[in-house]
């Protein structure tokens, strides 16, 4: 390591318990996508000091910490995702929303504010021929559907995720590399490199039948609820047409299912993911569920809506990077440290993938957590890895890209082939939008 990758890590160690009782906040205080008002606020207050200029509000709740305040040639983007998982059963949920950082979301924040801190100092900062932006970003946990829709009528979002808003408002114009980070549960201590991944649509399903006393008078009632029951068994009769090649993954959960027990239930909301590997199997899935639902309404004679909204891109990962490698194992030595295979895949999906397909995007995970992701399970054991080297990684690969004229940022930007403008990433994301509605009243 030369004189500034010491300097680096010797500022982040200086401040490890500023950055771990950061981290323990907000975990201590998850707030869902859209919502995230007091951690962005946290966010602020301290990019605030470090940082020579700041934006907020962006997507509702994102910040953006600049590092130098003039416009530089390069800018580069190390991102933090505000969001909780849903997961009401973990021991640190928030009692009233079920919020929880089950899904490690506040590592990768702790990780920009642990690079913020080190790479502000003088000597380091003048060593950065390009600029650092420190990004919180919302809503990567694509739940709360209904909620969402909500907020697009009201003109506040148009997308669901965050980064798909971001983008569309223009806020990812001025960064040309970004860094993105997640945690893992694996028995490793950091990976270097992303895997591909699934995209997805989604899917607000709602029945309306008829209400109508259960037990006197059930007769003269629709039961939505028996409608999207239908429709969830029609559903599961196409598991054995999706190609196992497509890794197509469609998980309806009901949001709501009546009113009270004694009364036939005249609406019922589904609210659903429709994943896969590539554009045209999500497509082909989407429609067998569009289908299957709507089989529910004809043969309960309800009325069905079915808004489609796009979800996430599936990820194109860049091949690990060699000096991301190399700074993780100057941190860890004797570390257990790989790179991901160009063949990894998860059915998982992350607006991640978004992003992927308008900039170059440098991916890596650390380790230091067990138990399942967004499970009640989850918990972080290792704070030095999940936060401390999360900031480490993050700042040194700043350092590495944009030191020397920031002579390699220039070349990743430069043979970079983005597989959208923003113009039309915009178009392609609002072609997927859609209402179908039938009523099925009058075919009784």
Known sequence: MDSIELRIIHTIDENREKIIEFARDVYSHPELGYKEFRTSAKVKEILEGICERTEDKLAVTGVKGYLKKEEQEINLALIGELDAVVSPYHPYADKETGACHACGHHAQLAGIIGAAIALSDERVKAALDGNVTFFAVPAEEYGEIEFKQGLKAQGIIRYGGGKSELIRIGAFEDVDIS??????????????????????????????????????????????????????????????????????????????????????????????????????AIEDAAAKTDRSFSSGAYALGAKIEIETAPGYLPVIPLPADEDMFEAAKGILPEGRVIKVPESAFMTASTDVGDLTHIQPVLQFQTGGAEGELHSDKFRVFDEELSYINTAKIMALTAYKLLKDGAAKARKMKQDYQPRFSREEYIAYMDRLENTFERDFADER
Not at 199 to 215: C, N, Q
Not at 235 to 255: C, G, K, N
């Open 179 to 280: 860094v993105v980070h997640h945690i893992t549960s694996d028995p490793v201590d950091i990976t270097v490199g992303g895997a591909k991944s699934n995209g997805f649509v989604s899917k607000l399903i709602r029945y309306t039948g008829r209400d109508s006393h259960a037990a006197a008078a059930p007769h003269k009632g629709i039961n939505a609820l028996n409608a999207a029951s239908l429709g969830l068994s029609a559903l599961a009769y196409h598991r054995e047409t999706f190609q196992d090649s497509d890794s197509v993954r469609i998980h309806p959960i009901i949001t709501k299912g009546g009113s009270l027990v004694n009364v036939v239930p005249g609406e019922t909301v589904v609210e659903t993911l429709v994943r896969a590997r590539t554009i045209e």
